[in-house]
Each structure stands twice: as C-alpha cells, then as structure tokens.
C-alpha cells in the first residue's frame, strides 16, 4: 500500500507539469510581435493574420486549458493522458500505413510478396508496428474490441490480396478517414463531460466554502496539487534542458569559470517568467530544507529525526529570494544583468543558510560541552561544523568584497556573514570553557560569570557590526542615490539590529548588577552560623563553606543566589521579596533575624522536601548529605538557571503558603 502511495505521489506531480510548462510557454509567447512578424515578412492576405484575433482568443483558451489540467483531479488527468497517449497511437499507426504506402509505389513491385524479399520485408516490418498499435490501443482503453483500432491494417490487407498500388492508396486515404470519424464519434459522446466536472467541481467548491471557509478551501488546493513539490519538479526540468541545450551545442570542454558562469546563466535563463521564478523560490526552499537536515543529522544521527520540531526550516530562504526577487524586478531584466543581480541574491540565501545552522548547531555544541559525553566522534563533529561555520563566511565576505562593488547591500551580506563568525567564536569560547571545567575536579564558582561576559562581548561586537552597517546606509542615503526602498531596510534594520539589542542588553546588565548589589548587601554566614545550620544549599545541593542569609533567615551560596536573581526578586524557598537597598528604607540592610526553631519548623521545607533542617532529627543523616549530592548531581552550578526558570514557571501568587512553596522550590531543585 505504501508503494502504491508513493506512485500515486509521483504521478500527481509528473503528470501536472507539462500544464506549468505550457503556462510558462503561453507567457513567453508575445502573440502581438508574432503577428507583426508575419505581417514584415508576408502578404497582408495570409491567411495567418487574417484570423489574428482568433488567435488571440486562443491564447486565452491556452491559459484556460492549462489551468484546467493543473487542477483537475488525479483520476480524471489520468484518463485524459491515457486518452491523448491513444490519439498518439492512432497517429503513428497513420504514419506506418502512409510510409508503407510510399514505399511501395516507389518500388513499383505489384506482384506476389514472398517472391520479393525486400517487399516481404517491408510488409513484415508494417504488419508488426500495426499489431503492436492496436494492441496498445486495446491496452489502453481498456477494451477488447481490437478492430476499432486496426483500420489503418487495410492497405496491408489490400496488398496481400494483390490490388493495385493506386487504389491501395485510396484505402489508405478511407483508413484515415474512418480513424478521424472514430475520434469525432468519441469526443461527440464525451462532449459534457467538460460541463458535468466543472459542475461537479463548482458545487463541492461552494460547500466547502460554506462549511469551512475560503483559508480551507485554500490549504486543500495547496496539498492535493502539492505545489511546492510540482513547482520544484517544474524549474528542475527547466533547467537541465538549459544545461542539455548548452552542452549538446558545445564540443569542448568548458573551463571552471566557464562552469560558474555557465551555472548562473542557466539558472538566469530559467527565472524569466513568474511560473519560473516561483520553482526557482521552491528549489531554494528545498535545498535549504537538506542543508539544514543534513546538518542536524551530522551532529546527532538518527535522533535528529525522532523529534524534530523544525520541519518548516527552509521557507525563509525562499520567500527572501522572492521579495529579493520582485523588489529588484529581476524577470525583467537582461539575461546578463539578471544573473549578475541573482548572484549577490544567491549570497544573502547562503548567508541566511548558515545562520540557520548555527541555530541548529549553538545549543548542540553547548549541550554536548556541559554533558560530559565521552565521545570523541560527537566532539569531533560538533567541533568541526562550526570551524566551518567560522571559516566559510569570512571566506565568503572576502569572495564579496573582491567580485563585488560594495555598496549598502552587499555591506548588508558582509555584516551577516561577520556576525555568524562572531557568533560561532563565543560558542566556540563557551565550549572550550565547559570542557576546561570538565577536567577540573571541583566547579568553577565564577563559570556563570565568565559566561556571561563572553556572550556580553560577542553581543557588543555584533551592535558595533550593525551600528557600522546602519552609519554606512545613512551616509549613503544622505550622499549618494535616495531610495525608497533603502530607506525601509536602513529603518528595519536600525531597530531590530541596533535598537531591540541595545535595550535587550541594557537591561540584562541592570538585572545583573541589580543582582551583585543584593548579594553585597546580603550578610555573610560566620563559620559558628554555618556550623549551627548545618545544611546544604537548597539551590544547587552542595556543601555551603561560605554563604550568605537572606532577610527571611534562609542560607544560600551567594554564587547560587546571585544566578536565582538574574529570574526573579523572590526568595528560592519562602518567596518573600528581596529588595534592593536602594528599595530599603534605611541605608544599609536591615538586621537579620535570628532563626526561630519554632517558625524555622513552620517555614523550612526540611519536613515535607528534600533539603533537611540539621536542627531537626534529619540533622545526623545530613552529613552524608553532600557526598551523596555530589554523586548524583556533578555540577550543581550549572543547574541552577535551570531550576530557576522551573521555579519561576511556577509563580505563586501571594495567597500561596511559605511552606508549599519551599517545597516547590525542592522538587525542582532535585528534579535538576
């Protein structure tokens, strides 16, 4: 069954080609040149031209029919091809009688076939192409009344009975003509068929318009034609026919640039009309879709695979060609300056490609760098795709700045492609770092930091990048040729590249030193403190040697709780607020308070999760604690984000109780 699905696939796209074919022709087509043509080069009584409006109306029938055959259904297409293939039959069958016909009147022979070889040959030959047509014939139209296809065997019938060659070519003459009342009888007795589907098809239309709406009526259209795919298949054909016509033309060898210039010639070629600038964006679709598969896959094989939620990748290359496309009017172009104008267009898909990769590729490479894996194949791979990452755009901006004016657009392509390098060297950096800790024995403390400034320093290169890129848009637009259009993108880009990141990082440096100002305000745990506690962190389960005491009396790392803060301005355990002190009304912090065993009993979480209160009868069990933590969680520090985000998924409101919170807080942090 799957088989016969898959053909079933295949030929709802073969047999809709040719109709795009023929739209893409009919477009080309000027019928009005065509007729003046004829007029220069003829008599104004052709017979040609005296029909020229005719012909016009045919043109639009052409477009009719074509659309016709792209949305008729499955079963009826096929019909109509079988029906055409036996037209064809019908034809070369004519063609067999006429030539045998001619043959014979040259040779002049009347007499018996078997005492002349070369007759009998001939009539040999004929006998069997007449037998293979009407069998097909039979075969085709699915009857077994073999004789309606066999009248072109009467001139063969007639010189077996020795009658003389001239009227031998009057039979041959009623041959054809009983053939063509055949075919008008067969299209007199299907003439509503036309009418009957077109009401058929109106009515299924109007009641699924009804019932589902216009969007549906669209989506159905859309998956039944499969148009991306039909598309595709389409500029495909298109464009080895190009290359084929090239090279069935050339009898040497080209050279390498020669290729190049070849490639993008072609595809220029291929690009002249709408229907062909449409297969041009579903191709690119497509062959970013396996670049980016092929990518996932070499990174994580087969389970690439199992969950992949990006099965939309690809789409974004093709509509920016397209808007690229109809903003340059790229079909009315020159050949040569449409491929000059498709190349730089090319460029910005590729960039726009291997951004997509490093999207794939950054929290891979991340992940596989904090998992610890021992793998060197994953390592390998991981590392390898992004030196290529790193080295193929700068490559390419250089390739850009040597062929290539620069102007705004091409400044444009550049940027990005120096962005992409920038970003794979702080994953690269982060990698290293996460690889560096893996061979420490104890974790860094400070990792969150230098983390944080790596990212920080690649995010500022990449605004200085853009700022670079909207001065240079701005000058240009000042000094040189004023566009519309350039105006628009210097506007979009100056506010998603350089404004949007500018108050993104603005405000992640406040939260930042919002979160060091807490911590600093914060008392330090003494070491009689610590040894009265006598507890882990809540956060990362680890041993606290230092911590510090939050206004509610609880103990964390300050590493830990500086990392909680980047989320939220709530206690990890009770959720009471932590202030800034210049939310406080003094101008220091105000005094802890001292634990209360009582309310410590009421509000710890040590009764009903999973990090125990020492002062309670868990307290001898807890010096096991720490070494068992650190068995099973290897790195607590890099966990915390993680359990913060969890907790503040949660966000209790303040009608929610210390106590249901605190154990809130300690599921997350060991299912961390």
Same mark, same amino acid.
């Given at each position: 069954?799957?088989?016969?699905? %898959?053909?079933?696939?295949?030929?709802?796209?073969?047999?809709?080609?040719?109709?795009?074919?023929?739209?893409?022709?009919?477009?080309? +087509?000027?019928?009005?040149?065509?007729?003046?043509?004829?007029?220069?080069?003829?008599?104004?009584?052709?017979?040609?031209?005296?029909?020229?409006?005719?012909?016009?109306?045919?043109?639009?029938?052409?477009?009719?029919?074509?659309?016709?055959?792209?949305?008729?259904?499955?079963?009826?297409?096929?019909?109509?091809?079988?029906?055409?293939?036996?037209?064809?039959?019908?034809?070369?069958?004519?063609?067999?009688?006429?030539?045998?016909?001619?043959?014979?009147?040259?040779? #002049?022979?009347?007499?018996?076939?078997?005492?002349?070889?070369?007759?009998?040959?001939?009539?040999?030959?004929?006998?069997?192409?007449?037998?293979?047509?009407?069998?097909?014939?039979?075969?085709?139209?699915?009857?077994?009344?073999?004789?309606?296809?066999?009248?072109?065997?009467?001139?063969?019938?007639?010189?077996?009975?020795?009658?003389?060659?001239?009227?031998?070519?009057?039979?041959? %003459?009623?041959?054809?003509?009983?053939?063509? !009342?055949?075919?008008?009888?067969?299209?007199?007795?299907?003439?509503?068929?036309?009418?009957?589907?077109?009401?058929?098809?109106?009515?299924?239309?109007?009641?699924?318009?009804?019932?589902?709406?216009?969007?549906?009526?669209?989506?159905?259209? +859309?998956?039944?034609?499969?148009?991306?795919?039909?598309?595709?298949?389409?500029?495909?054909?298109?464009?080895?026919?190009?290359?084929?016509?090239?090279?069935?033309?050339?009898?040497?060898?080209?050279?390498?640039?020669?290729?190049?210039?070849?490639?993008?010639?072609?595809?220029?070629?291929?690009?002249?009309?709408?229907?062909? !600038?449409?297969?041009?964006?579903?191709?690119?679709?497509?062959?970013?879709?396996?670049?980016?598969?092929?990518?996932?896959?070499?990174?994580?094989?087969?389970?690439?695979?199992?969950?992949?939620?990006?099965?939309?990748?690809?789409?974004?290359?093709?509509?920016?060609?397209?808007?690229?496309?109809?903003?340059?009017?790229?079909?009315?172009?020159?050949?040569?300056?449409?491929?000059?104008?498709?190349?730089?267009?090319?460029?910005?898909?590729?960039?726009?490609?291997?951004?997509?990769?490093?999207?794939?590729?950054?929290?891979?490479?991340?992940?596989?760098?904090?998992?610890?894996? %021992?793998?060197?194949?994953?390592?390998?791979?991981?590392?390898?795709?992004?030196?290529?990452?790193?080295?193929?755009?700068?490559?390419?901006?250089?390739?850009?700045?040597?062929?290539?004016?620069?102007?705004?657009?091409?400044?444009?392509?550049?940027?990005?492609?120096?962005?992409?390098?920038?970003?794979?060297?702080?994953?690269?950096?982060?990698?290293?770092?996460?690889?560096?800790?893996?061979?420490?024995?104890?974790?860094?403390?400070?990792?969150?930091?230098?983390?944080?400034?790596?990212?920080?320093?690649?995010?500022?290169?990449?605004?200085?990048?853009?700022?670079?890129?909207?001065?240079?848009?701005?000058?240009?637009?000042?000094? #040189?040729? +004023?566009?519309?259009?350039?105006?628009?993108?210097?506007?979009?880009?100056?506010?998603?590249?350089? +404004?949007?990141?500018?108050?993104?990082?603005?405000?992640?440096?406040?939260?930042?030193?919002?979160?060091?100002?807490?911590?600093?305000?914060?008392?330090?745990?003494?070491?009689?403190?610590?040894?009265?506690?006598?507890?882990?962190?809540?956060?990362?389960?680890?041993?606290?040697?230092?911590?510090?005491?939050?206004?509610?009396?609880?103990?964390?790392?300050?590493?830990?709780?500086?990392?909680?803060?980047?989320?939220?301005?709530?206690?990890?355990?009770?959720?009471?607020?932590?202030?800034?002190?210049?939310?406080? &009304?003094?101008?220091?912090?105000?005094?802890?308070?001292?634990?209360?065993?009582?309310?410590?009993?009421?509000?710890?979480?040590?009764?009903?999760?999973?990090? &125990?209160?020492?002062?309670?009868?868990?307290?001898?069990?807890? %010096?096991?604690?720490?070494?068992?933590?650190?068995?099973?969680?290897?790195?607590?520090?890099?966990?915390?984000?993680?359990?913060?985000?969890?907790?503040?998924?949660?966000?209790?409101?303040?009608?929610?109780?210390?106590?249901?919170?605190?154990?809130?807080?300690?599921?997350?942090?060991?299912?961390?």
């Amino acid at each position: 069954m799957a088989a016969k699905e %898959k053909l079933e696939a295949v030929l709802n796209v073969a047999l809709r080609v040719p109709s795009i074919m023929l739209l893409d022709v009919l477009y080309r +087509w000027d019928v009005s040149s065509f007729f003046q043509q004829i007029q220069r080069s003829s008599l104004h009584n052709n017979p040609l031209f005296q029909y020229k409006y005719l012909a016009l109306n045919m043109h639009y029938v052409g477009y009719i029919l074509s659309v016709v055959l792209l949305t008729l259904p499955r079963q009826h297409l096929v019909q109509l091809y079988l029906y055409f293939l036996t037209a064809l039959l019908l034809y070369a069958g004519h063609q067999i009688s006429r030539d045998y016909v001619r043959s014979e009147l040259e040779s #002049g022979y009347e007499g018996p076939m078997y005492l002349e070889p070369l007759s009998m040959n001939r009539f040999m030959t004929a006998l069997v192409g007449q037998l293979v047509v009407c069998t097909l014939c039979s075969c085709v139209m699915k009857t077994k009344q073999i004789w309606l296809f066999s009248a072109h065997m009467l001139p063969l019938l007639a010189r077996l009975c020795l009658v003389p060659l001239e009227t031998i070519v009057v039979i041959n %003459k009623f041959a054809m003509i009983f053939t063509g !009342l055949e075919v008008l009888y067969f299209l007199a007795s299907n003439l509503l068929v036309p009418y009957n589907l077109a009401k058929s098809a109106y009515r299924e239309l109007v009641q699924v318009v009804e019932v589902y709406g216009l969007l549906a009526l669209g989506m159905s259209l +859309w998956n039944q034609l499969v148009v991306p795919v039909l598309f595709m298949v389409f500029w495909l054909v298109l464009f080895a026919l190009q290359i084929y016509s090239y090279f069935s033309t050339r009898d040497q060898p080209a050279s390498r640039e020669r290729l190049l210039f070849l490639f993008l010639t072609s595809i220029a070629e291929c690009c002249s009309t709408p229907y062909s !600038l449409l297969g041009l964006v579903f191709t690119v679709s497509f062959v970013a879709l396996g670049v980016l598969t092929l990518c996932k896959f070499y990174l994580q094989g087969y389970r690439a695979f199992m969950n992949d939620p990006a099965m939309n990748r690809g789409m974004t290359e093709g509509v920016t060609l397209l808007i690229l496309a109809v903003q340059t009017g790229l079909i009315e172009l020159q050949v040569v300056h449409r491929a000059f104008l498709l190349s730089i267009i090319l460029f910005i898909v590729v960039a726009s490609i291997l951004q997509s990769m490093l999207e794939i590729a950054d929290p891979i490479v991340l992940a596989l760098g904090a998992s610890r894996d %021992k793998s060197l194949w994953k390592h390998f791979r991981a590392v390898s795709l992004c030196l290529f990452l790193l080295v193929f755009p700068a490559y390419m901006a250089y390739m850009i700045c040597q062929f290539f004016h620069m102007d705004f657009w091409l400044l444009i392509i550049i940027s990005s492609s120096i962005l992409t390098s920038l970003q794979v060297l702080g994953t690269l950096f982060i990698y290293v770092l996460f690889m560096v800790e893996e061979f420490r024995k104890e974790p860094v403390e400070n990792m969150d930091d230098v983390i944080y400034y790596v990212n920080g320093t690649y995010r500022l290169l990449e605004f200085l990048v853009a700022l670079c890129v909207v001065a240079y848009g701005v000058s240009e637009t000042i000094f #040189g040729e +004023w566009t519309v259009m350039g105006s628009v993108i210097i506007f979009i880009h100056s506010y998603y590249n350089v +404004w949007l990141r500018a108050q993104l990082g603005w405000k992640s440096f406040l939260l930042r030193r919002d979160a060091v100002n807490k911590i600093k305000s914060l008392p330090v745990a003494t070491k009689e403190q610590l040894e009265q506690h006598n507890d882990i962190c809540a956060i990362c389960y680890q041993d606290m040697k230092t911590a510090v005491i939050t206004p509610c009396s609880h103990f964390f790392h300050a590493g830990c709780l500086k990392k909680w803060l980047y989320v939220q301005e709530t206690c990890p355990l009770c959720h009471c607020q932590l202030k800034s002190p210049s939310q406080l &009304p003094g101008l220091g912090p105000e005094p802890v308070q001292q634990p209360n065993p009582s309310a410590e009993q009421n509000t710890r979480p040590g009764d009903a999760a999973e990090p &125990p209160d020492a002062e309670h009868d868990n307290g001898p069990n807890m %010096k096991d604690s720490p070494s068992k933590s650190d068995g099973q969680v290897a790195d607590g520090q890099d966990s915390l984000e993680a359990s913060a985000e969890m907790e503040g998924s949660q966000s209790m409101d303040s009608d929610t109780s210390p106590c249901e919170a605190s154990q809130g807080a300690a599921c997350a942090a060991e299912l961390i």
